[in-house]
RNA sequence: GUGGGCGUAGCUCAGGUGGUUAGAGCGUCAGGUUGUGGCCCUGAAGGCCGGGGGUUCAAGUCCCCUCGCUCACCCCA
């Protein structure tokens, strides 16, 4: 057993897990890029007044934060999520509204690790800072889930659901309060618990014991005010006529509570996880003020690499890309042609692999063989002497052919590129 | 944080009631004569049996602790 390995609920992405990841990234990039957002690449860390904002009766804030105080006495926190981060950036640096913005990259929280759940994990996402308009709701949406039809998931369901303006929210939450309180005797000890906490997310306990008592609890919508249901209505409208499929869920309430307002989230569609949020997001047009910027409405989504990527796995898509060799350089001569001959065709975008270590050319074959590369270029004792190289097809049992070393290259380039066509 | 399962070669795993030099498959490396891979054959390398303590003449095998992984709960991406 090696000395050391990765921390709990961290871990190294290797390949071809790691190329599968920039490509997932890369993807998003294309999607929000011709939308027109801009990158934002915030700090990993902050002062842990920043995410204080996303609710002290949350988890995320108080028992998850990777938090801890610098040498210049700072309390600082690794972030845990990137929303509060965007909109610190945006209060520090003024952008003019509306600001659209995109991201990726890791964040940590302080969790039992667990499949599709690690401290250390990465998303995607973007918000858009600066209206109210419930078409930015819609494109963020849409967004989101063109992203993940643009994966090949088409299990995905997306949620929907709107917590109303402050004042409904909190008309409801009291509601709700007391309704749970009436029936607390019928709740699991562990909803019973976190009804003192935030009776909202009571809605979200997944025990078959609370199932009844959730099922008739009040529903969000009768205590919308008139503003707050013209815009879920809008949103609604707008998603179908760009042919969004959504299901609209009453009890979706999202576990940050800077939540008000549109909420949203895309599941897996395989069941056997409890980790079937791929992604969410919605309406926090409390947060930049909260963290000392104007009243500035905001919208966004974040969706979670690994968790999307096991739906992907489940779903049979967006597999990892094939990162075998065009050719395979067979040096029997010390291993100075098969330098040049890789300097060449690498320069010419031909991905190129050889070995070291002056190995057999039977032991080279068998590299040549495993790296998966659809050509051989063999330099033996009779190609060094008279100039020449021996092309040979891996995946054929064509003859192979001798050229002389000025025609290598030309030779290569065109059959590689006629059997591109021809796939 | 709470509970269940599991930790033996790089990987996937065997190793009844404790008993001599810990095994297999795959992978890796080297061979199977004279410069050529894929199939087949032979051989080699590679293991403080997660770590620590205990019981015993003797522990991979039993007991305790610990660390880690995993699944569920909690919560969330």
Same mark, same amino acid.
């Given at each position: 057993m090696?000395e050391?390995?990765?921390s709990?609920?961290?871990r190294?992405?290797?390949?071809?897990e790691?190329?599968?990841w920039?490509r997932?990234?890369?993807?998003?990039?294309?999607?929000?890029?011709?939308a027109?957002?801009?990158?934002?690449i915030p700090?990993l860390?902050?002062?842990i007044?920043?995410f204080?904002?996303?609710?002290e009766?949350?988890?995320?804030?108080t028992?998850?934060?990777?938090?801890?105080v610098?040498?210049?006495?700072?309390?600082?926190a690794l972030?845990?999520e990137?929303?509060a981060?965007i909109c610190?950036s945006f209060v520090?640096?003024?952008?003019?509204?509306?600001f659209k913005a995109?991201?990726?990259g890791p964040?940590f929280?302080?969790e039992?690790?667990?499949r599709?759940r690690?401290?250390q994990?990465d998303?995607?996402?973007?918000e858009?800072?600066?209206?109210?308009?419930?078409y930015?709701?819609?494109e963020v949406?849409q967004?989101?889930?063109?992203?993940l039809?643009?994966l090949?998931?088409?299990r995905v369901?997306l949620?929907?659901?709107?917590?109303?303006e402050p004042d409904?929210?909190?008309?409801?939450?009291a509601?709700?309060?007391a309704?749970?309180?009436?029936?607390t005797n019928?709740?699991?000890p562990?909803?019973?618990?976190?009804?003192?906490?935030?009776?909202?997310?009571?809605?979200d306990?997944?025990?078959s014991?609370?199932?009844?008592v959730i099922?008739?609890?009040?529903?969000i919508n009768s205590f919308?005010s008139d503003t707050?249901a013209a815009?879920?209505s809008t949103?609604?409208d707008g998603?179908?006529?760009?042919?969004v499929?959504?299901?609209?869920?009453l009890k979706?309430?999202?576990?940050?509570?800077?939540?008000?307002?549109t909420?949203f989230?895309?599941?897996?569609?395989?069941?056997d996880?409890?980790q079937n949020?791929?992604?969410g997001?919605g309406?926090?047009d409390g947060?930049v003020? $909260?963290?000392?910027?104007?009243?500035?409405p905001?919208v966004?989504?974040?969706?979670?690499?690994e968790?999307?990527l096991l739906?992907?796995?489940d779903e049979g898509?967006f597999?990892?890309a094939?990162?075998s060799a065009?050719?395979f350089v067979v040096?029997?001569c010390?291993g100075?042609?098969?330098?040049?001959?890789c300097?060449?065709?690498?320069s010419?975008?031909?991905r190129?692999?050889?070995?070291?270590? $002056?190995?057999?050319?039977?032991?080279?074959m068998k590299?040549a063989?495993?790296?998966?590369?659809?050509f051989?270029?063999i330099?033996?004792e009779?190609?060094?002497q008279?100039d020449?190289?021996?092309?040979r097809d891996?995946r054929s049992d064509a003859?192979?052919?001798s050229v002389?070393?000025s025609?290598?290259?030309?030779?290569?380039k065109?059959?590689?590129s006629?059997?591109?066509?021809?796939?």
């Amino acid at each position: 057993m090696p000395e050391f390995s990765t921390s709990p609920g961290m871990r190294d992405i290797v390949s071809p897990e790691s190329a599968r990841w920039r490509r997932f990234v890369d993807s998003f990039e294309l999607i929000v890029g011709v939308a027109g957002y801009e990158l934002v690449i915030p700090p990993l860390l902050e002062d842990i007044g920043v995410f204080n904002r996303l609710g002290e009766a949350t988890d995320v804030v108080t028992k998850e934060m990777y938090d801890f105080v610098d040498k210049g006495e700072r309390h600082v926190a690794l972030r845990p999520e990137q929303t509060a981060s965007i909109c610190r950036s945006f209060v520090q640096h003024r952008p003019t509204t509306p600001f659209k913005a995109w991201y990726s990259g890791p964040n940590f929280r302080y969790e039992k690790p667990q499949r599709g759940r690690y401290r250390q994990f990465d998303q995607v996402g973007v918000e858009v800072l600066g209206s109210l308009d419930p078409y930015v709701d819609i494109e963020v949406v849409q967004l989101g889930w063109s992203f993940l039809a643009s994966l090949g998931l088409s299990r995905v369901e997306l949620a929907i659901n709107s917590l109303g303006e402050p004042d409904d929210r909190a008309r409801y939450v009291a509601a709700l309060n007391a309704y749970f309180l009436e029936r607390t005797n019928e709740l699991s000890p562990e909803s019973q618990q976190t009804l003192t906490r935030n009776p909202l997310r009571v809605l979200d306990s997944k025990r078959s014991e609370d199932a009844a008592v959730i099922a008739d609890a009040p529903l969000i919508n009768s205590f919308w005010s008139d503003t707050a249901a013209a815009h879920f209505s809008t949103v609604c409208d707008g998603l179908t006529a760009v042919g969004v499929p959504y299901t609209i869920d009453l009890k979706l309430v999202r576990g940050l509570d800077y939540y008000r307002g549109t909420t949203f989230e895309f599941r897996g569609g395989t069941l056997d996880s409890a980790q079937n949020a791929l992604g969410g997001g919605g309406r926090y047009d409390g947060l930049v003020a $909260d963290l000392g910027g104007p009243e500035t409405p905001g919208v966004g989504f974040a969706i979670g690499l690994e968790r999307t990527l096991l739906a992907c796995d489940d779903e049979g898509v967006f597999p990892a890309a094939d990162q075998s060799a065009d050719v395979f350089v067979v040096d029997v001569c010390g291993g100075s042609v098969a330098l040049e001959i890789c300097t060449e065709l690498r320069s010419l975008g031909i991905r190129t692999e050889r070995s070291w270590d $002056d190995r057999s050319m039977k032991s080279q074959m068998k590299s040549a063989n495993r790296s998966g590369a659809r050509f051989a270029v063999i330099i033996g004792e009779d190609e060094d002497q008279s100039d020449t190289a021996v092309i040979r097809d891996l995946r054929s049992d064509a003859e192979q052919v001798s050229v002389s070393r000025s025609n290598l290259a030309p030779t290569l380039k065109s059959r590689l590129s006629s059997l591109q066509g021809a796939v």
